[in-house]
């Protein structure tokens, strides 16, 4: 079945630098999807990507899918303590005309004291 | 406020013992999914309901059971507790299987 792979698991950062994370599909994603989870939180629905190229920025965010529809990045430029939490990606599988979404393993943003 | 609402929140039980975990999903939505998160892990995927009827199973112990109600609300039932079955279970639902989830706060599960 697809599987999405999300690297890396852990990013330790000092306040002010930048964040990426990468998701990459096995297969082509009809969309893409990011989330967000606080420590001690639930996951919370950030955006959905559609379109191949697509780029979308929510204030120091910026979300891209891959040309191929297969891979997409999440950039935070500048972090801020509020950023903490594990950012999850997710991407739909068709199984017998039935989808359901299937999720990459987390990349924890740690800030550094 | 997500609009899902899991019940209860905290639960403290005993190896071997049976415990049922509830979810409401948001208003309108169909898919409710189930969700084991152990500590500092990722979401395991456990079973999907759409309509009332099982969609998709994911890495479900036999132990554990599910069902969707007519009113659309959920159950997990967890059988025969073990220790590591002590995880944070959530419960999400969306429209449908391409649309965005919302997820409820979660049911903290202790094994002792």
């Known amino acids: 079945g697809q599987q999405v792979m999300q690297i890396p698991q852990y990013q330790h950062v000092q306040e002010g630098e930048d964040f990426t994370t990468y998701c990459n599909s096995s297969?082509?994603?009809?969309?893409i999807q990011w989330y967000k989870q606080r420590p001690g939180g639930h996951p919370v629905f950030l955006i959905q990507l559609v379109k191949s190229g697509e780029v979308k920025k929510q204030k120091r965010l910026t979300f891209q899918f891959g040309e191929a529809k297969k891979n997409s990045s999440l950039h935070i430029t500048a972090t801020q303590t509020t950023d903490v939490g594990t950012y999850f990606c997710a991407g739909p599988e068709s199984v017998d005309s039935n989808y359901q979404l299937i999720w990459g393993a987390g990349t924890k943003l740690i800030i550094k004291p | 406020d997500s609009g899902v609402t899991q019940t209860p929140k905290h639960l403290i039980t005993a190896t071997g013992q049976r415990v049922t975990l509830r979810c409401s999903p948001r208003?309108?939505?169909?898919?409710v999914y189930w969700y084991q998160q152990s500590l500092d892990q990722g979401l395991q995927f456990l079973i999907q309901?759409?309509?009332?009827?099982?969609?998709a199973k994911g890495n479900i112990l036999e132990r554990f059971s599910a069902q969707q109600f007519p009113d659309l609300h959920s159950e997990l039932n967890l059988s025969s507790l073990e220790l590591g079955d002590s995880a944070l279970y959530f419960c999400?639902?969306?429209?449908?299987?391409?649309?965005?989830?919302?997820f409820g706060q979660g049911t903290r599960l202790t094994v002792v």
């Open positions: 297969t082509t994603l009809s969309n």
């Open positions: 208003s309108g939505d169909l898919s």
């Open positions: 309901y759409y309509n009332g009827e099982e969609r």
């Open positions: 999400a639902s969306s429209l449908g299987g391409v649309s965005e989830a919302f």
